[in-house]
T-cell receptor, first 112, second 111 residues
Framework: DGGITQSPKYLFRKEGQNVTLSCEQNLNHDAMYWYRQDPGQGLRLIYYSQIVNDFQKGDIAEGYSVSREKKESFPLTVTSAQKNPTAFYLC???????????FGQGTRLTVV | RKEVEQDPGPFNVPEGATVAFNCTYSNSASQSFFWYRQDCRKEPKLLMSVYSSGNEDGRFTAQLNRASQYISLLIRDSKLSDSATYLCVVNELNSGYALNFGKGTSLLVTP
């Protein structure tokens, strides 16, 4: 079945550590996105990529980094520079010419 | 990016009731409009797109007023399974077609 897979589902990180969240899609979608959601809040855009080897900062990119070496994959690294990384992270993708986004099941990151 | 505003609720309604959610957006250049549904601790899922002419999908009706920059969602004959958070979502060209989300309106349907 086609879809977007995020892993892991739950992740615990010590302060000062970098951690990478995985996002893989087999939908052949061109564009991929990373959002962050805090309790009681809407989704906020971190980074997006419209084609391989290209990506753009979203509204809250500070403390995060991404890569897009393959169409299927868009990993997000949460660096130690991100001051408040505990949140629900959602990866999404959209097909070319369409704007409806399809989401992965999310990764809950907790800093301990 | 400019904002998408929703009444956070919660809306508590009995089964069978009709409930309406409203949303306003500030970017007049917005091009596409959606309602997403999000269950507790889950990812958002597309409920329906919103078209200028208005559109209906079963018990759900969505309306768009571009002049007033206003979007609505009407749910008729509410079911217990409709309990969720409803997200108003707008697409903006200047973010590579990334979606701009409202904070959501929480709905609880009670027996």
């Amino acid at each position: 079945d086609g879809g977007i897979t995020q892993s892991p589902k739950y992740l615990f990180r010590k302060e000062g550590q970098n951690v990478t969240l995985s996002c893989e899609q087999n939908l052949n979608h061109d564009a991929m996105y990373w959002y962050r959601q805090d309790p009681g809040q809407g989704l906020r855009l971190i980074y997006y990529s419209q084609i391989v080897n290209d990506f753009q900062k979203g509204d809250i990119a500070e403390g995060y980094s991404v890569s897009r070496e393959k169409k299927e994959s868009f990993p997000l690294t949460v660096t130690s520079a991100q001051k408040n990384p505990t949140a629900f992270y959602l990866c999404a993708s959209t097909p070319a010419g369409r704007t409806e986004a399809f989401f992965g099941q999310g990764t809950r990151l907790t800093v301990v | 990016r400019k904002e998408v505003e929703q009444d956070p609720g919660p809306f508590n309604v009995p089964e069978g009731a009709t409930v309406a959610f409203n949303c306003t957006y500030s970017n007049s250049a917005s091009q596409s409009f959606f309602w997403y549904r999000q269950d507790c601790r889950k990812e958002p899922k597309l409920l329906m797109s919103v078209y200028s002419s208005g559109n209906e999908d079963g018990r759900f009706t969505a309306q768009l007023n571009r002049a007033s920059q206003y979007i609505s969602l009407l749910i008729r004959d509410s079911k217990l399974s409709d309990s969720a958070t409803y997200l108003c979502v707008v697409n903006e060209l200047n973010s590579g077609y990334a979606l701009n989300f409202g904070k959501g309106t929480s709905l609880l349907v009670t027996p």
